[in-house]
C-alpha cells in the first residue's frame, strides 16, 4: 500500500473531525471514571496535528507517523498524550523507510507493545489496549477494513463490564464497572475513521 500526501493529509482532517464531532461524548465517559477531560484533550491534540498537515503530509510515511506522535504528546494532556504518542511514533520507527506499509501487522505489534510497557498495563486493564490488541489481531488475518472498525467498537464496548486496573479510573475500584474506557472509545473512533478512508477511497 502506497500512501500519497493526500491520503495522509485526508487522514488526518477525517480523525479530526470525528474526535470533533464525540468530543462531548468522550468527555462524558470520562467524566464517569475520570477527569472528564478526555474529549477536550483529543480535540486540542487532533486540531494541532490537523495545523500542521500540510507538512506532516509532505514526509515519509514513517517520519510522518513519528511527527504526529510527538504533537500528540506536546498537546494531549492526561495519561492519554503519552500512549497516542508512543503508539504512533514506534508505529512510524517499525515501519521500513519511504512509503510502503505492505503489512502493518508487525509493526503494529511492536507498537502497541511499546504502549503496553508505557502505561504498564495490558488486556482486560480497561484502557486503549484493548482495542489494539483485538485490532492488530484482525490485521495478522487480513481482514477487510469494515471488519477491523467493526471489531475496534466492539473491543471499546467491552470494556464497559471491566474494573479498571490502570489509570485515574483504577481508584474507583469496583466502581469503574459499567462505564466504557474513554480511551478505547476514542481509540475506536480513530480506527473506526481509518478504516472507513481506506474502504471507500482504497488509496493507491
Known sequence: MHLAAADL?????????????????????????????H???MRRGLEAVFAERDAIAALPLPAALERIGLVLVMNIGGAAGPLYGTLLMEL??????????DDLAAPLERAIAAVARRGRSGPGDKTLLDVLYPVQAELVRRSPPGDIAAC????????????????????????SIGHEDPGASSCALLTAAIC???EEHRPS
Open 39 to 41: 474529549g477536550a484533550n
Open 92 to 101: 512510524g520507527r517499525a515501519l521500513p523507510d519511504g512509503d510502503e506499509a
Open 196 to 198: 472507513g478512508y481506506f
Open 152 to 175: 475496534a467498537r466492539s473491543a471499546a464496548h467491552s470494556t464497559g463490564p471491566m474494573q479498571a486496573r490502570r489509570g485515574r479510573a483504577s481508584f474507583l475500584g469496583a466502581r
Open 9 to 37: 493529509s485526508a487522514l488526518i482532517a477525517l480523525c479530526r473531525a470525528e474526535i470533533d464531532r464525540h468530543g462531548e461524548h468522550l468527555g462524558a465517559l470520562d467524566s464517569a471514571i475520570g477527569d472528564g477531560d
